[in-house]
């Protein structure tokens, strides 16, 4: 029976799929097997399985399209191991990673765990200024994972596992937007410990343009009104953030049109300091460069994602019933 179980939801992914066998493929640590849930696609990556399957433990199963936390609720139903692990289907996992995993896990034992992500050499500059973006301490990419914490760590689906004790106790994930949060939070209201493992990142592609990067991010800042209504005390001060943001944005936008230019200043410093702390990080002119869109795009579509469910769940009350509605989703 192997130690870990590596479950993953896949939904036309094929290349995606490819690539993450082939890093599985080279792990130092090889005691794990690999689920893929092919949930409904219409481009199966059955073949993509077997090209690996005398270098991994790998198991497929193919099922019809509900959801990926369904599928990943269908993957732990079949798996064998004594600990979960999920990764998306566009993670590149670091030779390394379960051998810091497994060691990580022996020194200071964890119910809940999750890691980092990070950019491969091999993502293209806009992949590079996303993830840039999204783990930048400047737009709170650090409450996502990084180094840097706001609040109390929350696992993502890239990057996270439990023990098959949690599972058995909390069951498994409800089909809703930032399910991954959801079920990080029943595991704490549960008592377990949840922890982060710096030594265990993942490549992580992200979205390949920011077209879909701002669709993905405008529907991660509704979601977040979507887990206040399920967990009031969850909404903290750094969720507003962006929302404000967004908004003293438009005033200082619009007191520089009307009144004076100067009251453009803070924007452009706070632009500047983006830049900045991008060329440090890639010593990339280009990505740099890059970094400055992909932070307004996150932080204006979080914020713009955040401020029209508050509007329309909290402010006129459509969101209220939200917990039989996830149910209704069967992903209770």
Not at 100 to 109: I, Q, T, V, Y
Request: hydrophobic fraction near 40%; proline fraction near 4%.
């Amino acid at each position: 029976m192997p130690k870990y179980s590596v479950i993953v939801p896949v939904y036309n992914r094929i290349d995606e799929v490819d690539d993450l066998l082939k890093s599985l493929a080279s792990q130092t640590f090889t005691d794990f097997e690999v689920v893929i849930v092919e949930d409904g696609s219409t481009a199966p990556c059955e073949d993509a399985v077997r090209r690996y399957a005398d270098a991994v433990d790998v198991k497929y199963f193919y099922k019809s399209n509900e959801g990926r936390s369904i599928a990943r609720n269908y993957g732990m139903d079949r798996a064998s191991g004594d600990y979960f692990i999920f990764f998306d289907s566009d993670c590149v996992i670091p030779s390394g990673y379960f051998e810091h995993l497994d060691k990580a896990l022996a020194s200071h034992p964890l119910d809940c765990f999750g890691g980092p992500d990070a950019a491969h050499d091999s993502f293209t500059p806009t992949q590079k200024a996303i993830n840039h973006s999204m783990t930048s301490f400047l737009t709170t990419g650090g409450i996502r994972g990084g180094k840097v914490s706001l609040e109390k760590f929350t696992p993502r689906t890239f990057n996270m596992g439990y023990s098959r004790r949690v599972y058995e106790r909390v069951g498994g994930f409800r089909e809703m937007f930032s399910e991954d949060i959801d079920m990080s939070t029943r595991i704490r209201q549960a008592g377990f410990n949840i922890g982060l493992i710096h030594d265990a990142p993942v490549y992580h592609k992200r979205r390949v343009d920011f077209r879909k990067f701002l669709r993905q991010v405008y529907v991660f800042g509704m979601s977040r009104i979507t887990l206040y209504l399920l967990y009031p005390d969850s909404l903290k001060l750094v969720h507003w953030l962006p929302a404000v943001a967004v908004t003293g944005a438009i005033v200082l936008l619009a007191l520089g049109i009307f009144l004076s230019p100067w009251f453009l200043l803070p924007v452009f410093l706070y632009l500047m300091a983006i830049w900045i702390a991008a060329m440090f990080a890639t010593r990339s002119m280009k990505i740099a460069t890059l970094a400055v869109p992909a932070s307004i795009i996150q932080l204006g579509g979080y914020g713009c994602g955040f401020l029209k469910a508050y509007f329309t769940k909290i402010v006129l009350g459509r969101g209220r019933n939200v917990a039989e509605e996830i149910d209704m989703r069967r992903g209770k």
